[in-house]
Structures are given as C-alpha cells and as structure tokens.
C-alpha cells in the first residue's frame, strides 16, 4: 500500500474513532458541579474567618457574592428551597417538623420528583451523589424511614434527621448503617464518602456532588486536632450585641438585657466550638480539590460553597440560635469557583438560595423554561455577561414554632414558645410569622416586614443608615414608600415562577396601583400554613 494510501487509511480510522467516541466525550466535556453545604454558618459576624483555605481554593480562584441570602433562616424551609428552587409558600415546608412538611409523605411525593438533583439525573444525564444532612426529618418512622431515597440520586449517604459528628445513623442507598464515636471512622465531617466517589464514578457522564457537612451546627462536636483552637476567641461585641431590641416584635422585646454572665459565657463559648468545627470543613474542602485536580477533573468542575442560614451570638440580647429576620440570619457565604469565572470577584447582586437549582440547571444545559422555579441563574453573573438585568428584591418568609404546654424550665412563660435556653430567652413562638421584602437598589438598601400577629407588627430598616438594624423606621418613613412596599410584599407572597422575578418597588420598570392594596389578596390572607397544604 503507497504511503498516501497509509495516510488516507490512517485518517479514516482516527475519523471512525471520533465518531465511535463523541456521544461520551460530549457527555464529559459538560460541566461537572459540587456544592458545598454547611449548616448555620453565618457570613455576617465572621464565620468565613475560619476558613482559610477554602477562601484560597474558592474564593480568591472565582467569585465571592457579598449579597447573597436565604428566604427562611431556618434548616430544613431553606434546604427544601435549595433543591426545589422555590420560596417556602410554593414548596409549602414551613419549619423542621413533619407537620411544617419537613421531609413529609406530602413532601416526597410533591416536590421530591421535581427538585433539581432529579431533573439532573433523568433529563441531564448527570450521575448524582449525596452525602451528610439532608432534611431535618428525614428517616423519621412516620415518612418512610432511612429505606427511602429521593428520586435523583445514584448514591446515597444521607444522615437520618438532624446534625451530629459521633453516634449517628446513615442510609446508604436506603440500608441503615450506624457509626459510633471512633474519630478515624466516624466523625461525619471527616468521612470519606464523597473522596471515594471520585474514584468509582463512572468517566463518561459528568456528574454532580452535593457534600452536607454537619458543621458548624450543635453539638459543636471538634474534631480531636482542633479542640485547643480558638481558645482565646469571643463572640463579636458589635453594636447591635447585648443590648434591648426596642421597637421591635414582642419576641425580641421579651429577650433579658444586660444578658447574664452565664448566658454571655455560653454563647462565646459556641461561638468558638463553631469556628473548630469549621476547620474540618476546610479541611474537607482542600481535600476535595486535590483530588479533582490529581483526577483531571478540576478545570472542568464548578465547586459551590454556601450555608442554609446564617446565626446570631447575643445580637439583641438573643443568645443563640437562627430564624429571625436580621441581616445576621438571612445572610450567608456564597463563593463560586469554575470554567470561566474569573479569580479574586466579588459580586454585589442581590441573589438567593432559590438560585442554586436553576444555576446548576443551566450549567448542566437544561432548559429553565420547563422548570416550575422562583429563583433565577447566576450563570450570567458568573461568566461576567455585560448588562445582565437582574433582581433589586426578594422574598424572607417564616412560620413561628411554637410548643402548646408549658416548658417545665421556665414556668412563667406560658404556652405558644419555644427554644427558651438559656435562661429562659425565648427564641421562637407561633407568631413570630413573618414575611420581609429585602430591598437592595441604587436609591436603596431596605428591609420592610410584617409579622402576622394582632398587632400585624410592621419593621422597617434602612441599612445604608443602620446597617445593624438597631431602628425601627415604621412610623417614621415616607407613607408611599411605606404602601410600596406593602403592596410588593402582598404580589412576593402569592408569586410563583416567573411572577417572582419581576421588577422591584424601585425599579424602572415597576407599576403601582394602591386599589390592589384593599383587595381580597392581602399580605394576611396569604398566610402559609400546614392547614392550607393539599392532602396526599
């Protein structure tokens, strides 16, 4: 045979393998996304200081959001608007409690098909893996117990029910395996699940990681390297801590001010145990990048790093805890790392943890338009596309927990409340309901709420001025701004999909009637409440 024949021949095969090898090497070329989830790190009073390296490897190699928030500063409503991509009044989990749909029958069987990690698996092509907290109810005998796995997970490593670091229980794909309090084998943070999945995984489908550390929640359990860190480390005495909430809802008001020596000495020391928890955590995340790059995978792979909610350490004389509506518990670290972003960014847009599904779907190539999704792609951001047009507002929504007997600790407190440690400061009840409009704009930087009580309490912050939130401007702001913003609160509340993307009281584009303001669509008959969801 002539040697252009050879040659021919030669570029005919390497053509045929091409055409033999472009379905997988199509499927590999697409985006591979981890996200990083811890429980209850706070942005706001320093829970980033601790992690040194992962704001090395994440942060200063992509992109910090110095803006980003959660629409219910509470577990398992902010989880569940993770993975469905929508506020707690369209995905109806309302609190930790299977009666607030937290990992409910109602749950699974409504939202669970149609959360992003599904759609990633049965319509992407992605190969999923999950390990660590999931929902704060999941395992529970009542929903179907650990047997039960999400639809959109090839494996599975879910903690059943709340957050622990010794002595917990794992579904693995459904079978219950139980650890016990050896550090080297058990210390959840440290487990080597997710490192193992990166050595059998499939090579011909991308794939998606979601890692859910149990820190840096209670029982602030260190692991043994990192118990002696931090010792002289103290609670942030900025200008909102130990000090009475006046002009706020009853719940603040009813906090003790001065706190107790032995409440303050609590809390410093939560403070702490939280911060060495979190140096598994960066542990954690350094171990997982050099194995992405030892794996080839890392150029390839877009990493996220963010918390469910933010905490608060003696702010307004509240000892410890999350859920109310302040900067310090709606706030979280959002960083972004991946192709195409460009390192050492900080971006000021608005965003929210409804973002996150319709993000990752858009990486993955999936068309958003057939989701039923709040929330909008940060995928523009991340790439740095000129004249992105984007939100200047978003909806925070809770539903109080209360307890209907007495707590036997504290007597004279009465039904209706609950979370009263230490001494006997109440950090939730059944109204404290609310609903917030977070309003970030260039004429301004707002927090308008209502708390669906009698009283229908009205709080309203300027944080340009009180970036604290120390004052309560309700009585004292201009009317129309006042009626504005009730107005988009009452169209927040009862929005869905697209409707909760469109423009904000201070943008060009919005429209206000104040007729709409005495319709039958008000704020206080869109109150979220098990007894409104659909039965099974």
């Excluded at 704001?55 to 928030?69: H, K």
């Excluded at 145990?273 to 790059?293: H, I, N, P």
């Excluded at 007997?405 to 400061?425: A, N």
């Excluded at 109204?431 to 309003?439: D, K, L, P, W």
Aim: proline content about 6%; overall charge neutral; some cysteine.
């Amino acid at each position: 045979m002539s040697r252009s024949a050879l040659a021919a021949l030669a570029r005919g095969l390497a053509l045929a393998a091409l055409l033999v090898l472009s379905p997988a090497q199509a499927a590999r070329q697409r985006p591979n996304v981890v996200l990083i989830l811890t429980d209850d790190q706070d942005v706001f009073l320093g829970g980033m200081t601790p992690m040194k390296k992962t704001n090395a490897l994440i942060a200063q190699m992509g992109v910090t959001f110095s803006n980003a928030y959660v629409p219910s500063a509470l577990c398992c409503p902010s989880r569940a608007s993770i993975l469905t991509g929508k506020y707690p009044h369209n995905h109806h989990v309302v609190n930790n409690t299977l009666e607030g749909n937290c990992s409910s029958k109602l749950w699974q069987k409504i939202q669970e098909p149609n959360t992003f990690p599904a759609l990633l698996k049965s319509m992407c092509g992605y190969q999923t893996f999950f390990a660590g907290k999931y929902l704060n109810e999941y395992g529970a005998e009542d929903a179907g117990g650990v047997s039960h796995v999400p639809p959109g997970w090839s494996f599975w490593y879910a903690l059943e029910k709340n957050s622990k670091y010794y002595n917990y229980t794992l579904s693995v794909n459904g079978k219950a395996r139980r650890h016990g309090e050896n550090y080297s084998v058990d210390y959840l943070t440290d487990a080597n699940m997710s490192l193992d999945f990166l050595e059998y995984k499939s090579n011909f489908e991308p794939f998606f990681m979601m890692i859910s550390t149990p820190a840096p929640h209670s029982p602030w359990t260190a692991a043994p390297q990192y118990k002696n860190d931090f010792l002289n480390v103290s609670a942030p005495r900025n200008s909102n801590f130990n000090i009475h909430g006046k002009n706020k809802h009853w719940l603040i008001r009813q906090a003790k001010t001065p706190m107790t020596n032995s409440s303050i000495q609590f809390l410093d020391d939560a403070y702490r145990k939280r911060w060495q928890t979190l140096l598994s955590v960066d542990d954690l995340v350094e171990k997982l990048v050099k194995k992405l790059e030892i794996h080839g995978e890392l150029d390839n792979t877009y990493i996220f790093y963010t918390s469910d909610n933010g905490f608060h350490t003696g702010q307004f004389s509240l000892p410890i805890d999350k859920r109310q509506l302040y900067e310090f518990d709606i706030k979280v670290p959002l960083l972004v790392r991946g192709p195409g972003i460009k390192p050492n960014q900080t971006n000021k847009m608005l965003v929210a943890n409804i973002d996150l599904g319709p993000t990752i779907l858009d990486i993955a190539g999936y068309d958003l338009n057939k989701t039923q999704m709040d929330g909008m792609s940060l995928l523009p951001l991340l790439r740095g596309d000129k004249n992105v047009t984007w939100r200047s507002d978003f909806l925070v929504e809770y539903q109080g927990e209360g307890y209907n007997g007495s707590d036997p600790t504290c007597p004279g407190l009465g039904p209706g409340v609950t979370h009263c440690f230490p001494d006997c400061v109440c950090e939730d009840s059944y109204n404290n309901t609310y609903a917030c409009v977070r309003t970030m704009s260039t004429s301004w930087d707002l927090q308008y709420c209502e708390f669906d009580d009698r009283e229908v309490f009205v709080e309203v912050y300027n944080l340009t001025a009180d970036p604290h939130q120390i004052n309560n401007i309700a009585k004292t702001i201009d009317q129309e701004i006042l009626e504005k913003m009730n107005y988009r609160l009452m169209m927040l509340q009862s929005c869905s999909g697209a409707t909760c993307r469109t423009p904000g009281v201070f943008d060009p584009g919005y429209r206000f009637d104040p007729r709409l303001m005495f319709s039958n669509h008000g704020v206080r008959a869109r109150r979220f409440s098990t007894r409104s969801l659909p039965s099974i």
